[in-house]
């Protein structure tokens, strides 16, 4: 079974603070996603990756940035996180046979 | 227009009932296509993959797929209130290099007892 995991449930930050989200993929896959999920919005894709050290802008990039070091490991980073950036946070992966999976997400509040 | 386009509201339905879910999708060289359920406070999960026209049945899930009229359906036989989720219509968008997936909005089940 394909597991995604990312290193918290939930996450309380001020706003400024440097945020820090990582995501785990045991399943050797190439290509990484983040999104983010708000009521109403849907899924709405961040950054994607689809091989170590490269990335590619999604849909809402602004304010965020990624880092893939390893193949199993994708970062999303908040230089500088603020209100708007409240969200439930989605992780996922996909190999080469297009299904993918998700993590089970960081539900992050800033204040 | 809008990628995956899922403008269904929430759907009630009785315990014991079909559900029947729709989605239209823009890019016509898409081939893959998917339906995630998700649950409150919960990620998606696949239930249904398709591509290819026709019914594909798994369990009391079926997946229906037209791509001349570019549209997917997923139909849930004998709704049980543990289906009482959030489903989510997914397309695969082809780019050079890679590709990436497409969601509609969701649409909303709740299953009466």
């Not at chain 2, 239930?47 to 009229?69: H, P």
Request: charged share 25%; hydrophobic share 30%; glycine share 8%.
């Amino acid at each position: 079974d394909v597991k995604v995991t990312q290193s918290s449930r939930y996450l309380v930050k001020r706003t400024g603070e440097k945020v820090f989200l990582e995501c785990v993929q045991d399943m050797d896959h190439e290509n990484m996603f983040w999104y983010r999920q708000d009521p109403g919005l849907g899924l709405r894709l961040i950054y994607f990756s689809y091989d170590v050290k490269m990335k590619e802008k999604g849909d809402i990039p602004e304010g965020y940035s990624v880092s893939r070091e390893k193949k199993e490991r994708f970062s999303l980073i908040l230089e500088s996180a603020s209100t708007n950036q409240t969200s439930m946070y989605l992780c996922a992966s996909r190999g080469n046979i297009e299904t993918q999976y998700f993590g089970p997400g960081t539900r992050l509040l800033v204040l | 227009q809008k990628e995956v386009e899922q403008n269904s509201g929430p759907l009630s339905v009785p315990e014991g009932a079909i559900a029947s879910l729709n989605c239209t999708y823009s890019d016509r060289v898409s081939q893959s296509f998917f339906w995630y359920r998700q649950y409150s406070g919960k990620s998606p999960e696949l239930i249904m993959s398709i591509y290819s026209n026709g019914d594909k049945e798994d369990g009391r899930f079926t997946a229906q797929l037209n791509k001349a009229s570019q549209y997917v359906s997923l139909l849930i036989r004998d709704s049980q209130p543990s289906d009482s989720a959030t489903y989510l219509c997914a397309v695969n968008i082809p780019a050079e290099g890679n590709n990436r997936l497409a969601f509609g909005k969701g649409n909303q089940v709740v299953v009466i007892p």
